[in-house]
């Protein structure tokens, strides 16, 4: 059974960097589109951007200029770097996995397997 | 970006009763060629992270009891639980998927009532 674990420091102070990692388990990264959403405590989800096994990626165009994210195929890990951090910056993070290419012929854009996520604070 | 609006924001219904949770996109996510909807749906209980009921607007994930249905047109779809239990308490996104950046809507929350 596939496991999704966030990690990383739950405070990060304003204007520094954030750093998460994903770690996957019981299977491989490989063929899927690794995804990072956020969600405020109390209010909806907010879809960060992409990154491809390969390491190709798609970012929201609001966030694109902040945010980084990249794959370690060998150790089974997803990372988002999101540079500048501010106060709206606070929220759960999760990362979450869209099927293959090869499930439906196409990238579809569903999230099938999530993250249990992780709550970063951002302080002055 | 589409817009996803969903209605309402909350939602009570009595054990055993119908419920009907609305998502409207501010364009049309029925891509021609394939004929398919780009719409999912997830349901994410206190404490937990957002679990996939539906994709394609009306496919169930697998797992997923079957009471839990979707359906839809180009812009209006609705998730419909046929036979409210207590487990099915939560809040409800709908999202789009059929063009970045993938967006959702701002939840439903379910009640018993």
């Known amino acids: 059974q596939v496991h999704l674990q966030e990690s990383g420091p739950g405070l990060v102070k304003t204007s520094e960097t954030l750093s998460l990692t994903c770690t996957v388990s019981?299977?491989?990264?490989?063929?899927?589109?690794w995804n990072w959403i956020r969600q405020v405590p109390g209010k909806g989800l907010e879809w960060l951007g992409y990154v491809y096994y390969t390491g190709s990626t798609v970012y929201s165009p609001s966030l694109q200029s902040r945010v980084t994210m990249s794959v370690d195929s060998s150790k089974n890990q997803v990372f988002l770097k999101m540079d500048s951090v501010t106060a709206a910056d606070a929220a759960v993070y999760y990362c979450?996995?869209?099927?293959?290419?090869?499930?439906?012929?196409?990238?579809?854009?569903?999230?099938?397997?999530w993250g249990q996520g992780t709550l970063v604070t951002v302080s002055s | 970006d589409i817009v996803m609006t969903q209605s309402p924001d909350s939602l009570a219904v009595s054990l055993g009763e119908r419920a009907t949770i609305n998502c409207k996109t501010s364009?049309?996510?029925?891509?021609?060629?394939?004929?398919?909807?780009?719409l999912a749906w997830y349901q994410q209980k206190p404490g937990q992270s957002p679990r996939l009921l539906i994709y394609w607007a009306s496919t169930r994930e697998s797992g997923v009891p079957d009471r839990f249905s979707g359906s839809g047109s180009g812009t209006d779809f609705t998730l419909t639980i046929s036979s409210l239990q207590a487990e099915d308490v939560a809040v409800y996104y709908c999202q789009q998927y059929y063009s970045t950046p993938y967006t959702f809507g701002q939840g439903t929350k379910l009640e018993i009532k």
């Open positions: 019981g299977g491989s990264i490989s063929s899927y589109y």
């Open positions: 979450a996995r869209v099927p293959p290419y090869e499930r439906f012929g196409e990238l579809s854009g569903m999230f099938d397997l």
């Open positions: 364009q049309s996510i029925l891509y021609g060629s394939n004929n398919k909807k780009y």
